[in-house]
């Protein structure tokens, strides 16, 4: 059959997202990880491993800062990311990304 016909009050894309990021400082030596959580192009609220806690950039992001810095339990886990994401990662990747000392050719071949 033919598609439903959506009324413009429901078009809209709707989108939330959250965006890992890992900071490194001479190696891994001095790691900052910052993950942000967006819903519609807002940032609503961010974790700081530096702060060690959530911060909410708007109303409804503080409230749910809040609710997230009273959970031991989730906190533990989001301390412990520099460790479990970062850290781990970066020795993975670090081979080729870091430790790839090939400087850049126009001739290099495939």
Known sequence: GAPADL????????????NP?????????RVRFVER????????????SDLGYHVGDTPFGELWARAANSDPQWMEYQRSTVDR????????????????????SPFQSL
């Open 85 to 104: 994401h970062c850290r781990h990662n970066y020795e993975v990747f670090s081979p080729f990304t870091v430790e790839r000392r090939v400087p850049p």
């Open 7 to 18: 009324s413009p009050a429901h078009s809209e894309v709707l989108q939330f997202m959250f």
């Open 21 to 29: 990021e890992c900071h490194f400082i001479n190696g891994t030596e």
């Open 37 to 48: 959580y967006i819903y519609n192009r807002e940032q609503l609220m961010q974790l700081d």
